[in-house]
Every structure is written in C-alpha cells, then in structure tokens.
C-alpha cells in the first residue's frame, strides 16, 4: 500500500485514514500490524484492534491522522491529527502526542502542526479545527495559541482519565481567522 506522505525539516508525517487502517488489519500479519502501528507489545495492538473493530468512522464522521516518524531513523515518535472529523458539518477535533519524553520540548509538534492544520482546511475542507486541553496542560495550551486558536470556554468533567473524571478547555480555530493571521 502507498501512504500519503508529507515531509518537513525533521518529520516524516505518514497519512492514516479509514482505507489504511481496513488495509493493516486485513491484510497485513500481526507482526506486521504492530510495525505499522508503532506499537510494541500484543496489547497495545488488541486495544486498538479493539477500537477498530468497535468502528472508528461512521457515515458522517471520520478519523484521519499521521504518524510521526523521524527522518534519520524512521522511528514513530508520535501522531498528530483529526480524530472527530464530522463532515457533514467540516469541523474536526485535532490531537497530537509524542510517546517519549525525549522527543518533547524540541519544537517537533509545531513542525508537524503546520502541515498538518493546512490539509485540514485546504484538502479536508474544514472550516473549524477544534481543540481540548487539560487546563493545566501549559505546553499544549502553548501550543495551541502560537497557532491562533481562541479559548471558548470549559467543559466541566468532559474527558475520563483511568479512575476520574477530568475537565477539558475547549479551543477553536477558524478557516477565516487561519488564513487572515497567514498575511
């Protein structure tokens, strides 16, 4: 399978999309599902087979996602994408995550976002990206206003965490404002 790719200074960014996903897990070895996906243990795999096999796109919602992969070594490192995508209404939740912290703190998330952010207004035809931060996530609320997106308020006890409910700040980003902060 050819994966769409879109290369930055330091990144490899790898497109994920429902098509990709139906290919890894059927077609492809468990040993290969695992290289594919960046994980490294049986139960990392089954608990996103999981989600996979619970349906992870509907009619008029859809994930679409890249993995980051280093560009010395091919490592994945992490993802950054759209994992609420309602299309008949072109907004999409955008999420990112690095999974060690060796690879934090190095500019790499903002790298990735700039591509990332344009192909979900230019070739997936958003007009809101929207975002949910923990209100003491610092870095991610950082990252999120360098960007331009806009602080709307606080869903109280919205996201559950393993044992408690937790808050989440809710941020936005408009195709209108994108484009007339990039003049």
Known sequence: MEFEIIITDR???RKFDPEVFTYIYEELSKEDQMKYLG???KEELAKDRKKYDGGLWTHNKKILYF???DLKNNEIIGWCGYHTWYTDHSRAEI???LFRDEYKRLGLMTEALIPIINYGFNQMNLNRIEAFAAPEN???IRLLKKFGFIKEGLLREHYRNEVDPEDSAVYSLLKSEYTNNKK
């Open 11 to 13: 990144l490899k960014l």
């Open 39 to 41: 994980f490294t243990t």
């Open 67 to 69: 993995q980051l992969l």
């Open 95 to 97: 999420g990112y995550g």
């Open 138 to 140: 610092a870095g991610s």
